[in-house]
């Protein structure tokens, strides 16, 4: 192969001359170039891109910052007012109302003076309103009453005895405190007597004419009274008005309407809501607006603990870092921002310090707990969306410990991103944004740059200029060796006929063979020998005109039964030696064709001379013959080794031998069957071939009648 190859260089290296001179080195300077000034276009848009992205990340952390200096702003204007240098809580209370009650963002505000617990003044905890209010005294005779009505109602079990003796202790009293309690007390037991409907009436007494008592546990007597009401409903079975009544107390508790502490609120939250789902189980309320009302104020309830669990979070570890922003005798820069992250959360805070009575000293710090939801949700999206050149540009916005807010990452590497921090980290947020082009961003596309195409016209003309060249050099080691497979086959066929007739020559002239019989074979076998090779020498000088164009065919009128009969006896007398056995199935009433009788002769020869060469033990053909409609079917059917079906196309092509012809050392020129379809389809015919691997090959010819009468 590799001398083949050398040879077909060798015969073409002129063309290869001109192929590298004329265009594979002019092509490949030019493309060096042009990558150069691709190169350089790349960088160029790259930098454009970056810049432009650099734009974007400012505009949307000018945005979020331009909204933290407002409220930073509006800190350090209420920090001024005498109020918060003062400790005057009421009028902090509504200025921080005032300003920052719409404002979502700032979702805790709270107070811290050196040295003294902070105080979240929108969030109430419940102890300034309790603190200092005196306990009623009660005389020796309501004392007695009350003691004669805990023995009815604890020793006795005299329910009405004890809530009769408890409404006359109502009557007498004139504290205003006491007869709130001893209403309470009255309807208690009057709901241990099983009366829910005057027990009812009583707690909306106290509900309504004594909102703000409270027990002597501190407890609002009106909270109480509701929370009991719900018994009231719900034992006689108005299961409706109980789900109503614990809604409506829900409801309250989540505003914080008696200033409750954490403890009690969530005591008293999950008494309700235990209530309101054990009420709601019930099929007959499961599908009301109870229902959905019910799951909205659980929402409620949870970002309500949440709020909790953040200002805990705040005295624990926000709180304790602050105080080194206020000390005596140096004033701080005022407004600041401080973040910290507190388990999975960065909280990001706004202060402003409250001026001291010197203008060096610092009071306290007024304060706002950023909402990171809100943040998120509302701000930054809000800023991402109002950025008009996004089109060709993805946003990957995460935490500085990864966690991400908004987008997905882009990881194409080839992709140009630019990455942005905030300001002091404020929030700690990185921002990647990612190129997603082809287009976009006012550069100029890599497909409309002229370098590119004139490079891609480069290597398509080098491509095809290699091809060509591969493929000449190709055809010519593969006309080589056509060429020598076709002169060893001729050789050996010429070789092996010739070889016979010389010896038997020689034998003859020297008189070594005496006998007439024996001499009579020789010279038998001598001409058998001599056909071969005439044979063979017509199917080269025919495939030869053939391929000139020069081949003429003499057509005349043929009975084709007569015919077919002489050719295949013309076969046996020629190949007597060859052992084929012939079987003929003729019909007689088949009409008269005009053929070349000795060109079909020739292909009828090659189809029999294959069914011999390619038969193993046991050679046997058979030819039929039969008018199908318009057309004369004849049929060549031999017992041999078969052709696989992947070479069945290949077969009538010139030169080509066959894996089972190599395999079985079968010699041949590889025309044969390439001179048979010349020849049918010269007589406007088609040749087909049907074969079973290792069993027959059927071999149809099918010419056309002339007369279609």
């Known amino acids: ?203 909306s007494r106290i509900i309504n004419d004594y909102p703000d008592e409270r027990t002597e546990a501190g407890l609002p007597l009106d909270l109480y009274a509701k929370i009991q009401m719900t018994e009231c409903y719900s034992m006689p079975g108005d299961k409706g008005s109980a789900v109503g009544n614990d809604l409506t107390v829900f409801e309250e508790l989540l505003v914080n309407r008696w200033n409750l502490n954490e403890s009690r609120f969530k005591t008293y939250a999950s008494i309700v809501i235990e209530r309101l789902t054990g009420l709601l189980s019930d099929s007959a309320l499961e599908s009301t607006e109870y229902l959905s009302r019910f799951e909205e104020l659980e929402k409620r309830y949870h970002y309500r603990t949440e709020q909790w669990e953040t200002i805990g979070n705040i005295r624990s570890y926000i709180v304790p870092e602050l105080p080194g922003y206020f000390q005596t005798g140096s004033r701080s820069p005022s407004p600041f921002e401080f973040s910290k992250r507190v388990g999975s959360e960065d909280y990001l805070v706004l202060a402003a310090m409250i001026p001291g009575q010197s203008q060096l000293d610092n009071a306290g710090i007024l304060a706002a707990k950023l909402d990171n939801l809100y943040l998120q949700n509302n701000i930054l999206t809000n800023a991402v969306e109002e950025i008009k050149p996004l089109r060709n540009t993805a946003i990957y916005i995460t935490t500085l410990s990864g966690d991400s807010i908004k987008g997905s990452k882009n990881n194409n590497p080839d992709a140009v991103t630019t990455t942005s921090l905030f300001d002091n980290n404020f929030p700690p947020w990185r921002l990647e944004l990612t190129y997603t082009g082809p287009k976009g961003l006012g550069e100029i596309s890599i497909f409309s740059n002229f370098y590119f195409w004139t490079i891609i016209t480069l290597i398509i003309i080098l491509v095809f200029g290699a091809a060509l060249i591969a493929r000449i050099v190709a055809r010519e080691m593969e006309i080589l060796k056509i060429k020598s497979d076709f002169v060893s086959s001729v050789s050996h066929e010429f070789k092996t006929p010739l070889t016979s007739m010389k010896s038997l020559t020689e034998r003859l002239e020297e008189g070594k063979v005496t006998e007439p019989g024996k001499m009579k074979q020789y010279i038998s076998i001598i001409a058998n020998d001599i056909d071969r090779l005439i044979h063979l020498v017509s199917n080269i000088l025919s495939f030869s005109k053939i391929e000139e164009g020069k081949k003429i065919y003499k057509k005349e009128k043929t009975d084709i039964v007569i015919w077919l009969k002489e050719v295949i006896n013309n076969y046996k007398k020629e190949n007597i030696e060859s052992g084929i056995i012939i079987n003929v199935q003729l019909d007689n009433n088949m009409p008269a064709l005009h053929i070349d009788r000795d060109a079909m002769a020739q292909a009828i020869f090659n189809l029999l001379d294959n069914a011999a060469k390619f038969s193993r033990g046991k050679k046997e053909a058979e030819v039929t013959a039969e008018r199908k409609n318009y057309s004369i079917i004849i049929k060549v059917k031999d017992k041999g080794i078969g052709i696989e079906n992947d070479e069945k196309d290949k077969i009538f092509e010139k030169f080509y031998r066959g894996e089972s012809a190599l395999k079985y050392l079968i010699k041949g020129t590889g025309l044969g069957l390439a001179l048979v379809k010349y020849t049918v389809e010269a007589h406007n015919g088609h040749i087909d071939v049907d074969s079973e691997s290792g069993w027959s090959t059927v071999f149809t010819i099918t010419l056309p009648v002339s007369d279609k009468k």
Do not use: C, H
Request: hydrophobic fraction near 40%; aromatic fraction near 12%; avoid cysteine.
């Open 1 to 203: 192969m590799f001398q083949g190859l050398k040879i077909a260089v060798k015969r073409q290296k002129k063309l290869l001359a001109i192929f590298f001179v004329t265009i594979f080195l002019p092509s490949v300077i030019l493309s060096i170039f042009g990558i150069i000034a691709l190169r350089n276009e790349k960088f160029r848009v790259e930098k454009q891109i970056e810049n432009e992205q650099l734009q974007i990340a400012n505009s949307i952390k000018d945005r979020i910052e331009t909204k933290f200096t407002e409220i930073g702003e509006r800190l350090e204007n209420l920090a001024s007012y005498p109020a918060f240098r003062q400790k005057d809580y009421t009028v902090i209370k509504e200025l921080i109302t005032g300003l920052f009650e719409k404002d979502s963002l700032a979702s805790i505000i709270f107070l811290l003076y050196n040295n003294e617990e902070p105080v979240f003044s929108l969030f109430r905890t419940g102890s300034e309103e309790n603190a200092g209010r005196p306990e009623p005294v009660y005389d020796s005779f309501l004392q007695q009453q009350i003691k004669d009505a805990e023995d009815a109602e604890y020793i006795r079990n005299d329910y009405l005895t004890a809530a009769s003796i408890y409404n006359d202790a109502f009557r007498q009293s004139g504290n205003k405190i006491i007869k709130a309690r001893m209403l309470n007390l009255t309807a208690r037991n009057l709901m241990k007597a099983g009366k829910f409907n005057e027990a009812a009436d009583v707690y």
